[in-house]
T-cell receptor, first 112, second 115 residues
Framework: GESVGLHLPTLSVQEGDNSIINCAYS??????FIWYKQESGKGPQFIID?????DKRQGQRVTVLLNKTVKHLSLQIAATQPGDSAVYFC???????????FGAGTILRVKS | GAGVSQTPSNKVTEKGKYVELRCDPI?????LYWYRQSLGQGPEFLIY????????DSGLPNDRFFAVRPEGSVSTLKIQRTERGDSAVYLC?????????????FGPGTRLLVL
């Protein structure tokens, strides 16, 4: 059945389409940002990170964009696959900090 | 190589009991972190170890929670007099040397249910 987790925003995409997941952060002192993927019953899995001296970074099928002016982070997934279905969290940290602060999360559902 | 491991994967206990949760970080990682994740939410920081010492325990909710890392590797999170509100997934992460711009790698978590 449905879980409390579905209070999270949900993005439904068709297999093969591109996905864009957004995240707003609040701490202007944050200078390191990470996207994690979390599948049901598992721990967060590192996807990609970006430092504040960059505004874009690309990985394999993923791109992270950082807009420091409006404190916004996005994760783009190209050619989304069913295995991409999960909850995605952005997290922030500062150069002098040690604890990640996580956003609320977004559920990504990929329809075949 | 081996990632972060946590035991047990699931723990059911009764209100008022004592529990210990274990974390085995990635070999060679000197920094270790504990987080707690409630259903439908992102992980929340509890404590950070640099080597054997707790460098930041500001996230521990109260004095019922305590963590140790006596030899700078394995860590144990201890919860005394458990309450139903302690039910959550307890996640452990490690990173190479610690610091704000370092990737933290997470284990699978221990799912704690307090009845």
């Amino acid at each position: 059945g449905e879980s409390v987790g579905l209070h999270l925003p949900t993005l439904s995409v068709q297999e093969g389409d591109n996905s864009i997941i957004n995240c707003a952060y609040s701490n202007s002192a944050s200078d390191y940002f990470i996207w994690y993927k979390q599948e049901s019953g598992k721990g967060p899995q590192f996807i990609i990170d970006i430092r504040s001296n960059m505004d874009k970074r690309q990985g394999q099928r993923v791109t992270v964009l950082l807009n420091k002016t409006v404190k916004h982070l996005s994760l783009q997934i190209a050619a989304t696959q069913p295995g991409d279905s999960a909850v995605y969290f952005c997290a922030e940290n500062s150069q002098y900090g040690n604890k990640l602060v996580f956003g609320a999360g977004t559920i990504l559902r990929v329809k075949s | 190589g081996a990632g972060v491991s946590q035991t047990p994967s699931n723990k059911v206990t009764e209100k008022g009991k004592y529990v210990e949760l274990r974390c085995d970080p990635i070999s060679g990682h000197t920094a270790l972190y504990w987080y707690r994740q409630s259903l439908g939410q992102g992980p929340e920081f509890l404590i950070y170890f640099q080597g054997t010492g707790a460098a930041d325990d500001s996230g521990l909710p109260n004095d019922r929670f305590f963590a140790v890392r006596p030899e700078g590797s394995v860590s144990t999170l201890k919860i005394q007099r458990t309450e139903r509100g302690d039910s959550a997934v307890y996640l452990c992460a490690s990173s190479l040397v610690g610091g704000g711009q370092e990737t933290q790698y997470f284990g699978p978590g221990t799912r704690l249910l307090v009845l």
